[in-house]
């Protein structure tokens, strides 16, 4: 009897160890499967956020470029002509056409600036961080940080802008259509310094090629304002 009793006990005892290995091996195989759950929506709600943080940063740097295209136009409407870079009285680029736009767009800030003296004097560089959003695609926060802009007039390199500060000097009749504006993120130009995308405005299919390797993180490319004799377009 007692060696009958022995052997149920011993029996039982397996059976009940095989039971909890078997119960840790599922609980085991349960955590691995949520985890590995948890992980794809993660990455998929990561993804997701990204993807809808890319269209609004595309959204609002579409809304920058119209902000600058109708101040532009503006500005022109009230002097006869889009703006150029402010000049010393002996032909120095002192400040970017950007600052003169301020004008029309923003009066409080344009009046903040030392006009008589150039963009990286004490004064006037301290006002390098008050950049307005509409210079500045919100893809590119570093940019931003360091007051650099992501737009730019296109100028021909061997333009001389010291004694012509016509910086938007173009001729639509030349080839039907010419570039009033870019965006590029490889520039890096501080955004009252005077300084543009080099090329030939009345050229857009030149233009076009370059652009493609400097554009902002945004999806969609990037944008250009471009103008003929008759409308401008985005």
Known sequence: RWQFESRVR???????????????????????????????????GANYVHERRMDSYRIQCF????S??????????EHGKFPADILSPSNERLLSWRVELLSVIDRDLY?????????????????????????NCPSNQQGKL?????????????????????????????NGECILLVESADLKIPWTKPGD???????????????TASACEHR????????NAKRTSL
């Not at 397996?14 to 990455?43: D, E, P, Y």
């Not at 600058?68 to 409407?77: M, V």
């Not at 030392?114 to 006002?127: M, T, Y």
């Not at 012509?164 to 001729?171: H, K, R, T």
């Open 10 to 44: 011993t029996m039982t005892y397996k059976v009940l160890a095989g039971h909890q290995k078997k119960n840790r091996f599922t609980s085991c195989w349960r955590l691995c499967f949520v985890a590995a759950m948890a992980v794809g929506v993660f990455a998929c």
């Open 220 to 227: 969609g490319g990037t944008y250009i304002v471009r103008v």
């Open 63 to 66: 809304s920058n470029f119209s």
């Open 146 to 174: 360091a007051g650099t802009t992501d737009y730019y007039a296109v100028v021909p390199a061997d333009r001389d802008l010291t004694t012509q500060a016509a910086v938007f000097d173009l001729d639509p009749s030349i």
């Open 197 to 211: 995308f080099p090329g030939d405005p009345c050229d857009p299919g030149h233009i076009d090629r370059r652009l």
């Open 68 to 77: 600058l295209t109708a101040g532009l136009h503006r500005y022109a409407d």
């Open 111 to 135: 009046k903040r600036f030392n006009r008589d003296e150039p963009w990286n004097n004490e004064h006037n560089l301290r006002l390098l961080h008050a950049m307005p959003h509409f210079y």
